[in-house]
């Protein structure tokens, strides 16, 4: 390990995005390798609505391996950790970086210790897939930090030991995780099925909804169902391998209503088999229900689905329309039933690609309110305000990428960092006086969006 001095560091900064699965993964035939039951499908969401971005740094001044998740300091002791890191650094390769002075061997990235700072453009506990978005990124930025040959499919079989779902998150668009056959795993990755551009007229809404009652973990879910559930054993070995075979071309031949149709009817499978596991699990609640409910009546209405609907371990729905019209008029439908408390504003009711609302028409909440009954539904009544805490509009998005600019990224981070806590986080002060990499006003400015404004930022640092 060469250096001028000993206090170089060395950084990168990756963003990877999280992923909606249309046929699920539920259930490990091997928990500590997370290997799964059955294939699964997944689409890839839009990184720029949902996304993580993490920044992994090395240098021989740190002494310990840490992680700061949204600003806040987590421990790295659990085991899914430590299979990714022991992972990544067996295969990390020799670095060199003669402007910097840098030189780094295979063999010392076992003694080199890692700061990892990783944060959400979501909230974290809205049981949005954070996890598949987080133990991916960290995989993808620490094989790039270490030089790690692997392309991204041998990735994904690591990702896969931090969490199952993970695996499908190293790829945009459509993804399948195969199950594979190895007992070491060496076979259980993902591959993309098409990119994000093989079917753009898709849009995803998703309803994120309000629930009081604390839920199963999905690890600990699927492993009760394992145990005691006999329709799972039925599914993974008869309905899923179908399936599969029929999603992928469905997929290929951008065909909606089968695309659709296997799509809701996986997840109402999931979700019985929860339902028939011992105790019984229930991720859906009402709201849920009322959100199923209205997709297949206005898709039986129609004669052809328009909508499909897909729950994971939670009752947020996630509804892909087959096209930009279909989504608006789903809005318009979702906003009529499921209006917002009368303390939201719409701006902060629906998030995301806010280009629909505007197609939709809706401007304010006057405009919501007098928007009419569905025809199909005609008769229904409105719920009351806040079953829904707010929607997000996306699309299927693109993989992990790197982010060249490091300034912009840590910049990005140290932001997030005090919105959230109105403090800067220590080491993330200590790696930009490292790197030099204190902004300019003219970054506060482009940033001055995050609400911060630039007399805050400079009196915080003096
Ligand atoms: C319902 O990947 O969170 O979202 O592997 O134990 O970390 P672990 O579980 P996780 O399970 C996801 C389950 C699901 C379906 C899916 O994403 O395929």
Redo the contacts with the bound molecule.
């Keep these: 390990m060469s250096s001028e001095g000993k206090t170089w560091v060395r950084m990168v900064t990756a963003q990877t995005p999280t992923?909606?699965?249309v046929?699920?993964?539920?259930g490990?035939r091997d928990e500590t390798l997370?290997l799964p039951i059955n294939d699964?499908i997944?689409v890839t969401l839009d990184p720029n609505h949902l996304c993580t971005t993490t920044t992994v740094a090395v240098s021989p001044s740190f002494d310990s391996d840490r992680m700061w998740l949204n600003g806040k300091e987590i421990s790295l002791s659990g085991g899914?950790f430590q299979s990714c890191l022991r992972e990544i650094r067996s295969r990390a390769c020799d670095f060199e970086d003669k402007e910097k002075g840098i030189k780094i061997t295979k063999k010392d990235w076992e003694k080199l210790h890692l700061h990892i700072a990783s944060f959400n453009n979501f909230p974290t506990a809205a049981g949005l897939?954070s996890?598949?978005a987080g133990l991916a990124c960290l995989v993808f930025s620490l094989a790039k930090l270490m030089n790690v040959k692997e392309d991204e499919s041998q990735l994904s079989a690591i990702a896969?030991q931090?969490?199952?779902?993970?695996c499908?998150s190293l790829f945009g668009g459509f993804v399948k995780?195969i199950m594979g056959k190895d007992k070491d795993g060496s076979d259980s990755l993902a591959v993309q099925l098409a990119d994000e551009k093989h079917w753009d007229d898709l849009v995803i809404i998703i309803a994120v909804v309000s629930s009081r009652q604390k839920e199963t973990?999905?690890?600990s879910g699927?492993r009760e169902s394992v145990e005691t559930s006999l329709l799972l054993k039925y599914r993974a070995e008869e309905v899923v391998p179908k399936r599969i075979v029929k999603m992928e071309e469905a997929i290929k031949n951008r065909d909606f209503a089968s695309f659709a149709q296997l799509t809701c009817a996986d997840s109402n499978q999931?979700h019985a088999t929860c339902l028939d596991t011992s105790p019984p699990i229930f991720y859906m609640n009402d709201t849920s229900h009322r959100i199923i409910s209205l997709v297949e009546k206005w898709n039986r209405s129609e004669g052809t689905p328009q909508v499909a609907y897909t729950f994971?371990?939670g009752p947020n729905a996630v509804l892909i329309a087959r096209d930009r019209k279909t989504a608006t008029q789903l809005l318009q439908r979702l906003l009529f039933f499921f209006p917002p408390n009368s303390d939201t504003d719409l701006n902060s009711y629906v998030i995301g690609d806010k280009s629909i609302l505007k197609d939709a028409g809706i401007e304010s909440i006057k405009d919501m309110e007098s928007l009419p009954p569905p025809l199909e539904m005609k008769d229904a009544n409105k719920f009351s305000g806040g079953d829904v805490n707010y929607f997000i509009c996306t699309k299927p998005g693109k993989g992990p990428v790197l982010l060249a600019d490091q300034t912009q990224a840590l910049l990005k981070l140290l932001i997030v960092t005090y919105i959230l806590h109105k403090k800067f986080s220590f080491e993330m002060l200590t790696i930009l006086f490292a790197q030099n990499l204190f902004f300019n006003l003219k970054q506060v400015v482009v940033y001055g969006k995050a609400q911060i404004s630039c007399r805050e930022i400079t009196t915080s640092l003096v």
């Excluded at 931090?162 to 993970?166: C, D, E, F, I």
């Design positions: 992923n909606i699965a046929i699920k993964y539920w490990k997370i699964s997944s899914r897939a996890s598949a896969r931090g969490s199952g779902s993970a499908r995780w973990s999905s690890t699927m999931f994971d371990a």
